[in-house]
């Protein structure tokens, strides 16, 4: 009985926020006034498009480096691959393959960069990565507004800006949809896309299936304690950027998931907020900087897009103010990880406390 | 015969930088015996274990003399992995266990049981599956070897101090080829009734075969387990025999016993204080808690102008004394200062109330290593006793004197004949020996009334140590300051000290005489006085 | 030979690539017809206008908080003062005086909360001071909708509620402090002598700050924690009192920028100077962990040379906008540079 509720007690201690946000939520729904029907269906297809893109951010964590807001790059690459298959003009699932195939080794490149810098950084990784997603956005910008059509050649002068070289700020993808429309399934008025899902879910057994590898359990052990994981033998600089390889890599596949499910890329700002966005809805979902799992990741997504969608509409019913619902839903994304992220570096430190009162006790018991 | 050695070590010898640390070690460990191998702080013990395992300081300081001999070859590891890979095991004092991993993950560490599958086919080892039936029944069978009862499934983070030291040790002797383990004080952290149980687990594990090297400050353990007896001092093997028939008493002198020579001048100029009429300090029922040096519970009384030592072993607690009170580490008790009750926890009111601490961690709590000089001796001053402070505005503006700093800064450089271009020079650029002066300086500036001085002979060449020793006493004799001084360093104790306590598992065992045989201390230090009483209560 | 190398050893790599870039950007200058004279003035005004927000980045770093990616914190402080007086239609300089006050006491009390959460979060300083800041502007931008500011030149025409996105102070405080004293060298070059005779104020308040006993303190703490608490130092309280007073120069550095700009700018506007204040302090040679005044100056020299010099001479010379992307690589991996080298 006393585990029993002490299970319990902990599973509320553990889902406080996706708590907090089905309250929330259930307090704006009434006000926004949206349909049952219209939720479900948006939630459904929110679904679809972000919960790859959050999944990509579990495995950093797992290695103990924290929230990987660098997926951004993993976004900017699967960006690049969309853009050239729109250039030639590939349509469908090939296209999205063989912009998979092409932002792949992107990917691994900016991933393997990305770990060595945050090798170089430990005990700061997420400031550093935020920084470098920032840094390498110039870089990403430089080459498609200065070099695309003009050194690197673009035939379709639909995607070029008017002055004839620099790729447009609004692209329309040939490839919209073409996950989504495999296997879509009309359930009672809500379409349902299983082609995306099971990619979806493809990914979710991957990652289970990755954490109990020798690879996942190395990542573990670095992720919890670098010297000791050192001292068994582990290389640890090369495990953390294995880490971060695979997660850039899942977030270009996930942006592509996301970019064909929208159908129009937003070439220089698209990629920007793709890692807050994430990170919010994984932290929302009840994970923490130091763990989080497939169930966080998903039930996250469903909630923070719930509050995402319901939020500016309950705000204009209420004020009659859109703009104020649009501030309230990006103050509450920002403040969602500033929170997650304060409570994790002070339960850190009240751990370290805690320990020692332990410690103490035991002492005074020896004696 | 040969066949049945599995180390050998012969005519080791080391120095770094032309301090000599171990010289001409020679012993040797067979199968299935358990060697124990007892010596004072810095007999050269660890820098022996090094060298065995292999660790990156000895190569980089240029090698060492001799050879080592392990299962009938020659060898010479160049990293920690090659000894691990060849059969030689070590459980060290701290714990190198991950806190949220079963006991089977940490036993099987980066020695996980896979199961290939169809993708690491293709892309390697590293993607097979962890196998998690067998791992739990490898562990337990590690687990079983020591003779203990631990569940494998259980996190470390959720298990009792004594049971960490046993996965531990259960790591070390996975490794399915063990031939040699070697312990380095595996009892500290437990209770009397787990150590006994360890002591049990070291014996069945030697009767199947392992050879094991046994550490440890606490001879009756020693005497209990152990086959052989190798007591090393001053970097030199001073007896290596059977342990049958030896007494603790003996084991105690020879760890400690030096040629009593010369010690009579030493003495010499120390003024006899010996009533207790005029305490200035009077710590009861203190206890610290400062990792790696625990204080549990000590009374002590310092006389006023006398030169107070403190010493034993490390990581017995004697630096956790002067961190306590000076409230740098959490601590509880009562001290009584110049008659007035000193509260603890509260660093700004110690030294306030005219105390002052030398850390032993000049480096890290004693220096502003990127500051000068004439900064980093004003600094205690100037925020304590608002010394070297011009006031504007009625106080509310309090402006650095940098002259005054400076004025200063230049007498203690003078003083105390520190080596520098200028007071304006970064304490970083200093040797060992003048950072620590510096540190004397800052402390010396606060004009305390009780000086407490840790260590502070640390890691400084041998000229040094005398100027600093000097500059300690002369310090006490022209202010009649009380200094209460932490060293590990016996015979430095004995040098410039009245009367000497003698601290062992975080409590004081003794004071004694600066004059008394040096043997005394030594079994004080082994803890034999605690051995007797509890003897007596088994009576 | 030495002396070079130690030299360039000192200065940095990244210093000494960016200034010559700038160098060079002079003298090709003129012959696009970029007038030397123009550009000096540009140069001029710009580090008048941003050298306070860098010179704020300074407390923070010295007391070992690391840099403020929070400063957003001390820019709303800075626009509430702002606002605030014109809310009292005050004018001249008793209009900026209000605005400083108003601004001053404002980021005392965010500066003392914002403080305590760093101090709840050694180690995490940055990345939540970035979260932080960000977080705290979207709030704000809330609240610029909701609070009942009256002055017709502040709230939205059409509605009568809520702040405009820029709002003019062409007829309150416009550039009292730019043309205090200002000289007329060329047509093109007038100093604004009173931005920098302000400048040279805040930095004398900051270099006289770190020479007083509490300014020591700091400095110890910031340079080693354990040897601070060993000298009986409340190592909280000092931060809390480097986060204040960065918070402080923020918050009157924003208003500075806003009299010689013309306009306030509310909303989403904090968001762009976060990145740029951070890198120009680093481009001038502080670290994340040690920063002087003479690092703000260079870098906000550097930093704001590039800024101006680049759009004008570049576009010029090939017709290519490349500004913005210089912009965003140069500043970001400054950033990136200075947090992947060895904290000392």
């Not at chain 2, 009792?160 to 399915?176: L, M, S, T, W, Y």
Request: proline share 2%; aromatic share 10%.
């Amino acid at each position: 009985m006393q585990i029993k509720n002490n299970s319990i007690e902990k599973f509320l201690i553990n889902s406080a926020v996706p708590i907090l946000f089905i309250l929330i939520s259930s307090i704006a729904i009434p006000l926004s006034k949206f349909s049952g029907i219209y939720l479900v269906r948006e939630i459904v297809t929110r679904l679809t498009r972000d919960t790859f893109l959050v999944l990509s951010l579990l495995i950093p964590v797992m290695a103990g480096m924290g929230i990987n807001f660098g997926m951004v790059l993993g976004a900017m690459a699967g960006q690049i691959g969309l853009i050239f298959v729109t250039d030639w003009g590939v349509k469908g699932v090939l296209g999205l393959v063989i912009a998979m195939i092409i932002s792949t080794p992107i990917s691994i490149l900016l991933g393997y960069f990305s770990g060595a810098v945050l090798n170089r950084s430990k005990g700061r990784e997420m400031i550093t990565a935020m920084m470098l997603a920032l840094f390498i956005s110039g870089i990403y910008q430089f080459f498609l507004l200065y070099l695309c059509g003009s050194i690197i050649p673009i035939k379709n002068y639909k995607l070029l800006l008017s002055r004839g070289y620099g790729i447009r700020n609004a692209i329309n993808l040939d490839t919209a949809g073409a996950f989504d429309r495999l296997l879509r399934i009309k359930i009672r008025g809500v379409s349902v896309s299983f082609g995306t899902i099971l990619i979806i879910v493809a990914i979710c057994i991957f990652t289970t299936w990755f954490r109990k590898t020798k690879l996942g359990q190395n990542m573990r052990a670095v992720g919890q304690d670098m010297v000791v994981a050192d001292s068994a033998g582990i290389k640890v600089d090369k495990t953390r950027i294995q880490a971060i390889i695979i997660s850039t890599v899942l977030a270009c596949y996930g942006q592509i998931i996301y970019l064909q499910n929208i159908g129009t890329i937003n070439t220089y700002n698209g990629a920007d907020q793709a890692a807050l966005f994430a990170a919010a809805a994984l932290l929302v979902g009840g994970a923490t900087v130091s763990r989080a799992t497939i169930t966080n990741a998903v039930v996250g997504t469903a909630l923070f897009h719930l509050m995402f969608i319901v939020m500016p509409m309950a705000g204009k019913n209420l004020t009659g103010s859109a703009m104020l619902g649009e501030y309230f839903r990006m103050f509450i994304s920002y403040g969602i990880v500033t929170i997650a992220l304060v409570l994790h570096s002070w339960k850190r430190q009240k751990d370290r406390e805690m320990a020692r009162v332990q410690f103490r006790v035991n002492v005074k018991a020896l004696k | 015969m040969e066949g049945n050695i599995i180390l050998k070590f012969e005519n080791v010898g080391k120095q770094f930088d032309g301090n000599r640390v171990l010289k001409d070690v020679s012993f040797t460990l067979k199968k299935g015996e358990i060697l124990g191998l007892v010596g004072e702080n810095g007999a050269g013990k660890s820098t022996l274990m090094n060298i065995l395992f292999g660790i990156n300081v000895i190569q980089e300081t240029g090698g060492y003399e001799g050879n080592v001999y392990f299962d009938g070859k020659k060898v010479v590891f160049k990293s920690p992995f090659e000894a691990l890979n060849s059969g030689i095991g070590m459980v060290h004092q701290e714990f190198s266990l991950i806190p949220g991993f079963t006991a089977a993950e940490n036993i099987l560490l980066n020695t996980e049981k896979t199961k290939p599958n169809i993708i690491s086919k293709i892309f390697g080892k590293r993607l097979e599956t962890i196998d998690e039936k067998e791992m739990r029944k490898s562990a337990q069978k590690g687990i079983e070897t020591l003779g203990v009862d631990i569940d494998s499934d259980t996190l470390i983070s959720e298990m009792p101090v004594g049971h960490k030291q046993f996965v531990e040790i259960a790591r070390e002797i996975d490794r399915e080829k063990v031939k040699l383990l070697i312990l380095d004080e595996p009892t500290a952290v437990l209770t009397e009734s787990e150590a006994e149980i360890l002591l049990k687990a070291i014996r069945n594990l030697a009767n199947s075969g392992v050879g094991i090297i046994f550490i440890s400050h606490r001879l009756n353990e020693i005497i209990s387990v152990c086959d052989k007896l190798v007591v090393l001092r001053d970097g030199a093997v001073v007896v290596e025999r059977s342990v049958g028939g030896v007494e603790i008493k003996q084991i105690a002198e020879w760890m400690v016993g030096r040629s009593v020579e010369g010690e009579k001048n030493f003495h010499s100029k120390i003024q006899d204080i010996s009533n207790d009429k005029d305490i200035i300090l009077d710590v009861k029922n203190l206890w610290v808690d400062m990792p790696g040096e625990i204080v549990r519970d000590v009374s002590f009384k310092v006389r006023r102008g006398e030169i107070f030592g403190i010493g034993g072993l490390t990581g017995q607690g004697k630096l956790g004394i002067p961190n306590g009170i000076m409230g740098l580490f959490p601590s509880g008790g009562e001290i009584i200062f110049n008659d007035k009750n000193l509260p603890l926890n509260n660093t700004y009111n110690s030294l306030k109330s005219g105390l002052a601490f030398v850390s032993e961690d000049r480096r890290g709590v004693g220096l502003l290593l990127d500051e000068p000089i004439d900064m980093n001796i004003a600094f205690n001053a100037m925020q304590v006793h608002d010394k070297f402070v011009k006031k504007f505005l009625g106080g509310f503006i309090k402006w650095c004197d940098n002259r005054a700093i400076r004025e200063c800064a230049k007498k203690y450089i003078k003083e105390l004949d520190i080596k520098c271009t200028s007071a304006k020079q970064k304490a970083r650029q200093l040797s060992g020996g003048n950072q620590q002066k510096v540190c004397l300086a800052k402390a010396f500036a606060l004009e305390p009334t009780l000086l407490f001085v840790s260590e502070p002979t640390r890691g400084i060449d041998v000229g040094a140590k005398k100027l600093v020793l000097d500059a300690l006493r002369g310090y006490n004799e022209k202010n009649n300051t009380t200094i209460v001084m932490i060293s590990s360093e016996l015979e430095e104790l004995r040098a410039i000290c009245n009367r000497i306590a003698i601290v062992s598992e975080g409590e004081i065992v003794g004071i004694l005489s600066a004059k008394a045989p040096i043997a005394d201390f030594g079994l004080l230090m082994s803890g034999i006085d605690k051995l007797e009483e509890e003897g007596e209560d088994n009576e | 030979m030495n002396k070079i190398n130690q030299f360039i050893k000192n200065f940095g790599w990244p210093r000494i690539i960016i200034s010559i870039f700038l160098i060079s950007l002079f003298i090709i200058g003129p012959f696009f017809g970029i007038p030397t004279d123009m550009s000096l003035n540009d140069v001029f005004v710009r580090f008048g206008m941003n050298s306070i927000l860098v010179l704020s980045m300074v407390p923070m770093i010295q007391s070992g908080c690391g840099l403020n990616f929070g400063i957003p914190v001390g820019l709303v402080a800075g626009l509430i003062g702002a606002v605030m007086s014109l809310e009292f239609k005050l004018t001249g300089s008793a209009g900026i005086f209000t605005a400083f006050l108003i601004a001053i006491i404002i980021a005392a009390v965010f500066g003392y909360f914002y403080g305590k959460l760093l101090n709840r979060v050694k180690g995490d300083e940055m990345i939540i001071a970035t979260y932080v800041g960000f977080s705290f502007i979207f709030f704000m931008n809330m609240m610029w909708i909701v609070l009942p500011f009256k002055n017709p030149s502040s709230v939205q025409g059409f509605k009568g509620t809520g702040l405009r996105v820029t709002i003019s102070v062409q007829e309150y405080w416009y550039h009292v402090i730019s043309d205090f004293l200002k000289i007329k060298i060329t047509e093109h070059f007038i100093f604004p002598t009173g931005m920098f005779i302000f400048f040279a104020l805040m930095s004398l308040i900051v270099w006289a700050f770190f020479r007083t006993k509490t300014g020591t303190a700091v400095t110890a703490v910031g340079s080693n924690a354990e040897y601070a608490r060993a000298a009986g130092i409340d190592v909280d309280k000092m931060r809390i009192i480097s986060v204040i007073f960065s918070t402080i120069l923020a918050a009157i550095g924003i208003i500075v920028y806003q009299q010689s700009f013309g306009f306030i700018q509310t909303f989403n506007a904090p968001l762009s100077f976060v990145f740029p204040s951070v890198a120009a302090v680093l481009l001038g040679g502080a670290s994340v962990n040690k920063a002087s005044i003479g690092n703000v100056i260079i870098g906000t020299i550097l930093f704001q040379g590039i800024l101006t010099m680049t759009p004008s001479v570049i576009n010029s010379a090939i017709s290519i906008d490349v500004s913005e992307v210089i912009r965003i690589i140069v500043s970001n991996g400054m950033i990136v540079y200075a947090l992947t080298r060895k904290g000392r």
